[in-house]
């Protein structure tokens, strides 16, 4: 097969890119193998797939025979293995042969991704480092829902009333728990940075824990900045909320954001207002992974109570019944209730009116637990007097925003 000479021209040139890439982040590594290596080794793949597959397959063994030599020499110099590298090596020469093939998106993006993984070694090392039992097995757990369970449901209402369908309600619970899990592992890398980054990725986790964790943390002089965290944290979960919301139903998105991002604004202003510049992390902060076994089983259970319950509230009380239940929710979780709203809205059980305004009502509703919890942890009265100042002026701006955009905003 004769190729035109611009086509040939276009996959040495992106080979020749893909290898310069990888080898640049070996030679900034201080490898023996680096930069003309791997822009050759590219090379090699996209010229073997532009012969044959059978040529392709030759060179391959070649690449192999160079790792082995590079192993040897650095076993009798330096007494290590060239590991990383050698694998490195061969993924480039994979590249290069796809890139021969004719792919693009492909062998590009897997350059990149490389080249991101070689050159934070050590921060995906103290990271793997730091982790514990408890988190592995969360992620493992996060892969077992959306891989192996999810497939396996029946995408359809299993029952004769149309309250449930199995793998439509698993869907939102796996994208729910990867959401938090994304956020948990946020809060682990970047929690070390002071308390107001932990309260911000903390309420994107979980709210209420991460109030209650740091007014046990905040004791003494420390205590005056409660108000700013708690504040920040509640910030976070209001903006989680309108997020997951986004997700599942955007067209309730219009009647929550009035209401939330302002209750948003002003939480931040507050917040900003009462800052302090100490804020060092006292301790660790104790929140668990929102992906375990415990946790799944919690936010599933939850969040399909709360759609088979409000399905049914919805049916004989109206858009009032479920706006009751969601008051309720918000008590025990916001984010559950806000996604079985968001799933009642798609299903056509709820207008995205209702749903907004019920996820309005759930954020108001965790923002309001909060106040308790401080009170029995720091027992500090002016703190707690405070905070129920500013929630109170929270709720009534949210509530007349709503009001205001439910009357006028159509």
Avoid at 122 to 148: C, H, M, N, Y
Avoid at 206 to 223: I, M
Avoid at 257 to 266: D, S
Wanted: net charge positive.
């Amino acid at each position: 097969m004769i190729f035109a000479p611009s086509e040939v021209a276009i996959k040495i040139a992106i080979a020749l890119g893909v290898g310069l890439l990888v080898g640049f982040e070996r030679a900034w590594a201080h490898k023996e193998t680096g930069v003309r290596t791997f822009a050759i080794t590219a090379l090699l793949g996209t010229l073997t797939a532009l012969v044959s597959a059978q040529f392709a397959v030759v060179c391959l063994a070649g690449v192999f025979v160079l790792i082995a030599y590079i192993n040897g020499r650095s076993l009798l110099v330096e007494r290590s293995l060239e590991m990383t590298t050698s694998v490195a090596l061969i993924v480039t020469f994979v590249l290069g042969v796809l890139i021969g093939q004719g792919h693009l998106f492909t062998p590009v993006a897997s350059a990149i991704l490389m080249t991101m993984l070689l050159a934070w070694k050590t921060e995906l090392q103290k990271f793997a480092g730091d982790l514990t039992p408890s988190e592995v097995r969360g992620a493992v757990l996060l892969g077992l829902i959306g891989f192996v369970i999810y497939p396996l449901l029946p995408n359809r209402f299993i029952d004769n009333w149309h309250l449930l369908n199995p793998r439509q309600s698993w869907a939102i619970v796996i994208i729910v728990a990867g959401l938090g899990f994304l956020n948990y592992v946020l809060l682990r890398l970047f929690a070390n940075r002071g308390l107001y980054y932990t309260a911000a990725l903390g309420g994107l986790v979980n709210s209420t824990a991460t109030v209650a964790e740091l007014s046990r943390l905040l004791t003494g002089e420390a205590s005056g900045i409660a108000v700013a965290l708690v504040l920040i944290t509640s910030v976070a979960m209001f903006l989680r909320n309108l997020l997951i919301l986004a997700i599942f139903a955007p067209a309730a998105v219009p009647t929550a954001a009035a209401p939330i991002l302002a209750m948003t604004v002003i939480a931040a202003f507050f917040a900003w207002r009462r800052r302090e510049r100490s804020t060092e992390q006292v301790s660790p902060l104790q929140v668990s992974s929102p992906v375990s076994l415990k946790y799944v089983l919690k936010f599933g259970g939850l969040f399909v109570l709360m759609e088979i319950i409000g399905t049914i509230g919805a049916r004989y009380l109206g858009k009032y019944g479920f706006l009751a239940l969601s008051l309720l929710g918000g008590t025990v979780s916001s984010a559950s209730t806000t996604a079985a709203a968001a799933t009642m809205a798609i299903h056509g059980k709820l207008s995205p009116d209702v749903a907004g305004v019920a996820t309005v009502f759930a954020s108001i509703t965790s923002a309001l637990v909060n106040l308790p919890l401080v009170e029995r942890q720091t027992h500090d009265k002016h703190v707690t007097r405070t905070l129920t100042v500013i929630s109170m002026l929270l709720v009534a701006i949210g509530l007349v925003v709503l009001v205001l955009r439910q009357r006028f905003g159509r």
